[in-house]
């Protein structure tokens, strides 16, 4: 379990170089997104419990800091939702006693409506928390929510949170055709982020296979058009561009690239292939993806990702 638990650092659209920390074990989450890139949450939980100890985490990213390494960001994260890990605040309090690195913490802000959650993450730099829905129903079909979770409790929480915290929140509202990605929708969710009042929103899409093969992107000219309803502040993170090719170690892509000659693989067969960590693997897939050097296919529920042959 512990080999993976610090990974990167990897390329981030939105973090720059960010070290990974993995909070909880795979799929330990509230949500069962339709577009999770793990794949599905075989039972959704609220129960918050030191899943990996903070001192296991802690001493885990020391050797890595000591190796030099030196990330725009250390990003708690990983595997599920990290606000599940009962040991959260010790884990950041314990990162401010080791680097000035600042830190970030990647959550589904289901957990928000919880004070005591919201004093745990306080002491991190950046939250980047999700708001997928604009009301209930959007909330059911995309986010698939644990039972005790309500939207109005889920987004009141966000606004809460946003009055108590003094860092920097940066909202990611992923998008789904024919799910959430509605002018009328947006100017729905418009009454909600004015109320959070994030720093920036940051506006996503599906560019690589999700839990469900219905999951479709939204196209660039409808994301700009979302931009100017929701703001000023909100600003398109989905790779369109293709100026991706610098993007990361070369040498792992070569690995990966040489991996899926052989064979096509499933993201659990590279990630183990190459002794990383999933998420990581992530970060090079997409690019990898938007280049035309690897393609995927979804066979029997499994995504493959396999070498693109251009004859
Ligand atoms: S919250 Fe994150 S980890 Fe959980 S199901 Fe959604 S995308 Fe996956």
């Given at each position: 379990m512990s080999k993976n638990l610090i990974y990167?650092?990897?390329?981030?659209?939105?973090?720059?170089?960010?070290?990974g920390v993995d909070l909880v074990p795979y799929k330990i989450c509230s949500?069962?997104?339709?577009?999770?890139?793990?794949?599905?949450?075989?039972a959704t939980t609220m129960a918050r419990k030191p899943y990996i100890a903070s001192e296991v985490i802690l001493a885990h990213l020391d050797a890595r800091l000591k190796e030099g390494v030196r990330p725009d960001f250390i990003t708690l994260a990983g595997s599920g939702e990290p606000t599940l890990n009962s040991e959260i605040e010790a884990i950041i309090r314990g990162i401010k006693t080791l680097t000035e690195?600042?830190?970030?913490?990647?959550?589904?802000?289901?957990l928000l409506t919880d004070?005591?959650?919201?004093?745990?993450?306080?002491?991190?730099?950046?939250?980047?928390?999700?708001?997928?829905?604009?009301?209930?129903?959007v909330f059911l079909k995309i986010n698939r929510p644990h039972r005790d979770i309500s939207f109005e409790t889920m987004a009141e929480g966000l606004v809460a949170f946003r009055q108590a915290y003094a860092g920097k929140i940066w909202l990611e509202i992923f998008l789904a055709a024919g799910v959430n990605?509605?002018?009328?929708?947006?100017?729905?969710?418009?009454v909600w982020t004015d109320r959070i009042h994030p720093d920036k929103i940051h506006l996503n899409t599906a560019v690589?296979?999700?839990?469900?093969?219905?999951?479709?992107?939204?196209?660039?000219?409808?994301?700009?058009?979302f931009c100017k309803t929701l703001g000023e502040n909100a600003e398109i993170i989905a790779p369109f561009k293709k100026h991706s090719?610098?993007?990361?170690?070369?040498?792992?892509?070569?690995?990966?690239l040489d991996l899926l000659d052989r064979r096509p693989c499933t993201l659990p067969d590279i990630a183990s292939g190459l002794g990383s960590h999933q998420n990581e693997i992530l970060k090079y897939i997409e690019p990898m993806i938007s280049d035309q050097e690897i393609e995927a296919r979804r066979i029997d529920e499994k995504i493959f990702y396999r070498r693109k042959r251009t004859e």
């Open positions: 990167g650092p990897v390329p981030s659209r939105r973090l720059g170089f960010s070290l949500y069962d997104c339709i577009y999770c890139q793990l794949g599905p949450t075989p690195i600042p830190v970030a913490v990647l959550t589904n802000g289901s004070e005591k959650v919201r004093r745990d993450i306080s002491g991190a730099d950046v939250v980047l928390p999700s708001l997928d829905a604009c009301d209930a129903e990605a509605e002018e009328a929708m947006i100017r729905k969710f418009k690589r296979p999700t839990a469900e093969s219905y999951v479709y992107s939204v196209p660039e000219e409808k994301l700009l058009m090719k610098n993007n990361g170690s070369t040498d792992i892509r070569a690995k990966i």
